[in-house]
């Protein structure tokens, strides 16, 4: 009931979906959701304002310097040019230090001080996490069929979820489309010969704001691993049926094979190890991953190797690249495992790290990171990591239990880390 009948046709529909599934020898359908998030920065909202005649000073830890200092504007009623900020080093971001409403709330409470009073505001931890512009919830509604021969010949996703743009931004939505809610979708790289993508709003009272890696942090997980039941489907190995499908797109399929050879895609695994493997195209850059892991009789997931490949274009700093490709995974597998913001009686449930987990050092899985720039374009690195990491991650959790996951996070599913 997520989905309604009026929802916005993205503008790469081709063919005609209802035909070819009428014309298939399989049809399969599968829903996957993922749910709010909450940033959990190290360090909580904060900052310091100074009121003075004529004159305010502001320091915060920000993503938007310009956005905070508009905010500190607003909030006391002077004139933007009267404001001065100051940046200082950001405790962990993520998205959630681009909106401006701590920033506000410091300004409000030094208003109702002495002129010239300092005040400095710091959020709990508990503050933080229960006042927090989450990740909006989704829903992918995935239908495609395959012929005689194991080729998909129809493919058709239906998304439900809340619009950044327009309540974040509020900004209005372009042909009733959010573009952050359908990425994965409206650059669909596989080659499909009839395919009908649409999109739908669907507002809560949550807060919503952009979180790391955005709409590219969601929809991975319901295509890629749809994409891996449609080659389950079709009796064929995941990264061969991959490697069909995108033979006509040469840098994602160049970065699959990459990942793939580095991880030594078919060659025998110690028994009880299995492998998973995805593909993404976000903020301008082609990333794969591959993850091997073994799932023991009691659930616990142990993860024992990640393959992250990257194709950025043009590289400068390698290092700084490998640090954030390890650091994507930390955050991916920590939302995978545990990731999960709840409401009830019109509050969030969760307010610390023992009801919000995060991943601790002794549960981090080594990464191996490739880097296979292909040259004429740049690339973001900072997002892309955590794209292909959690739809791998499911896709070997499958190849060791027989488990679909369609729903995250992980530990509602009966699974922990060990």
């Known amino acids: 009931g997520l989905v309604a009948p009026d929802a916005a046709v993205l503008p790469n529909r081709k063919g005609d979906t209802e035909k070819a599934f009428a014309g298939a020898t399989k049809v399969l359908e599968a829903e996957y959701f993922t749910p709010y998030l909450c940033h959990a920065p190290m360090e909580p909202m904060g900052a310091t304002v100074l009121i003075k005649e004529g004159r305010v000073d502001a320091w915060a830890s920000t993503q938007s310097g ?15 040019e009267t404001v001065f900020f100051h940046k200082t080093q950001a405790g962990g971001g993520f998205g959630r230090r681009s909106g401006p409403d701590f920033i506000r709330q410091a300004s409000l409470i030094a208003k109702a001080m002495p002129l010239g009073t300092p005040v400095k505001m710091l959020w709990t931890r508990e503050e933080d996490t229960q006042h927090d512009l989450y ?11 395959i012929d005689a021969n194991g080729n998909v010949v129809g493919w058709q996703t239906r998304i439900a979820s ?3 743009i327009n309540q974040f931004a509020n900004l209005p939505l372009k042909d009733g489309i959010d573009g952050p809610a359908t990425e994965g979708f409206a650059e669909f790289p596989y080659e499909v010969p009839n395919q009908r993508h649409e999109y739908i709003q669907r507002r809560t009272h949550i807060p919503i704001g952009f979180w790391r890696t955005v709409g590219w942090s969601q929809s991975p997980f319901a295509r890629e691993q749809f994409i891996d039941e449609l080659a389950v489907a079709a009796g064929k190995d995941p990264f061969e049926f991959r490697r069909k499908m995108l033979e006509h797109e040469k840098r994602p399929l160049g970065i699959l094979e990459a990942a793939a050879k580095a991880a030594g895609w078919g060659k025998p695994l110690p028994k009880g190890v299995f492998r998973g493997i995805a593909t993404t195209e976000p903020y301008g850059s082609y990333t794969a991953a591959v993850v091997e892991l073994s799932v023991s009789d009691q659930g616990a997931i142990k993860i024992h190797r990640v393959v ?10 390698p290092d700084n690249i490998q640090a954030q490709l390890q650091g994507s995974t930390v955050f991916a597998a920590t939302a995978a495992m545990w990731g999960e913001i709840t409401v009830k009686d019109g509050r969030i449930e969760q307010g610390n790290f023992d009801n919000y987990r995060m991943m601790r050092m002794r549960e981090m899985p080594k990464v191996e990171t490739v880097l296979a720039p292909t040259g004429g374009f740049w690339g ?3 997002e892309p990591g955590q794209a292909p990491f959690i739809p791998a991650l499911c896709n070997a959790i499958f190849a060791a239990t027989g488990k679909r996951i369609r729903t995250l996070p992980l530990k509602n599913q009966g699974f922990t880390l060990a």
């Open 162 to 164: 809340g619009s950044l």
């Open 380 to 382: 973001g690195v900072g």
């Open 135 to 145: 990740r909006p919830l989704a829903m992918y509604k995935l239908k495609a069929g």
């Open 308 to 317: 992250q490949a990257i194709d950025c274009g043009h590289v400068v700093n």
């Open 66 to 80: 310009e956005a905070q200092l508009a905010g500190v504007a607003a909030a006391l009623g002077v004139p933007p």
